[in-house]
Structure formats: structure tokens, C-alpha cells
């Protein structure tokens, strides 16, 4: 199990909601965002961990087209590849930036760091902090 799976068994364990890949932007996985756990006790938005597609999205690099109209194609049947936490390594984590969200949040980073991770953050709600681990 790497870090990243750790840390999410680890810090579910101490009710907090955390996820990978939730749909499209940010804005977007804040609305998909359950109000409740499986077992019916309320989600605290205070504590929330998740990213989202775009944080998750593999490049790819497209071929070269002959024609504009090629190109358009393309992009319209575009079905992006996203990387799980076992092939990308790292991500940007979106939190509530809130007072309480940021505390929060500062309170679980030793949990992070006994997972096996690292981060980076300014302990601030303006930003978001990204969580790195060991992929083996």
C-alpha cells in the first residue's frame, strides 16, 4: 500500500472525507462532494481532502493533423487518461481554506508524514497543498 493510500485509510479513520480523482475542476468536486458516509454520519466539509481530474489528467501529446477539421475531431473525441495514486506519486489537494478547514488540516500533518508522505504548503487557506509519496 503506498502513502497516498495509507494516509486516506489513515485519515478516513479519523472522519475525514478523502478522495481521488473527483470530477473535472475543483469547482465541480466540491459540488459532487456527499453530504453523508456510507454509514449515514454527516460529512464535515472541514475535513476534506480530495483532488480532482484535472490534478489527475495524463498528457498526451496529439498527433499532427492535415486539416483543422482533423484536429477538431480529435479534440471532440478526446477521452482523457487519468493516472491513479500508484502511477502518479504526487497531487494537489484541495481542503475547506476556511479558519477551521486550515487548522484542521495542520492538525493531520504528522498523520501525513507517518504515512509516508511529504508535502508542501504554506499553511494558509489561500493555496493548496501537495502531497507526494513513494509510488513502489
Same mark, same amino acid.
Given at each position: ?33 456527499? =453530504?453523508?458516509? /456510507?454509514?449515514? &454520519? ?6 476534506? !481532502? +480530495?483532488?480532482? $481530474?484535472? #490534478? ?21 473525441? =478526446?477521452?482523457? /487518461?487519468?493516472? &491513479? ?6 497531487? !494537489? +489537494?484541495?481542503? $475547506?481554506? #476556511? ?27 489561500? &493555496? ?9
Amino acid at each position: 500500500m503506498n502513502g497516498f493510500r495509507k494516509l486516506q485509510q489513515r485519515l478516513r479513520e479519523e472522519g475525514w472525507y478523502v478522495e481521488w480523482n473527483l470530477p473535472c475542476c475543483q469547482t465541480c468536486a466540491w459540488a459532487e462532494l456527499p =453530504y453523508e458516509f /456510507e454509514d449515514g &454520519t454527516e460529512v464535515d466539509f472541514d475535513k476534506v !481532502l +480530495f483532488n480532482h $481530474s484535472q #490534478d489527475c489528467e495524463i498528457e498526451l501529446d496529439p498527433p499532427e493533423f492535415d486539416t483543422e477539421d482533423e484536429e477538431e475531431d480529435w479534440w471532440d473525441n =478526446y477521452d482523457p /487518461e487519468y493516472a &491513479t495514486p500508484e502511477q502518479q506519486g504526487y497531487s !494537489l +489537494f484541495c481542503f $475547506s481554506g #476556511d479558519k477551521k478547514g486550515v487548522n484542521n488540516l495542520i492538525q493531520v500533518l504528522p498523520i501525513i508524514e507517518e504515512c509516508g508522505c511529504n508535502w508542501s504548503w504554506d499553511k494558509t487557506g489561500g &493555496t493548496r497543498i501537495e502531497i507526494s509519496w513513494d509510488t513502489t
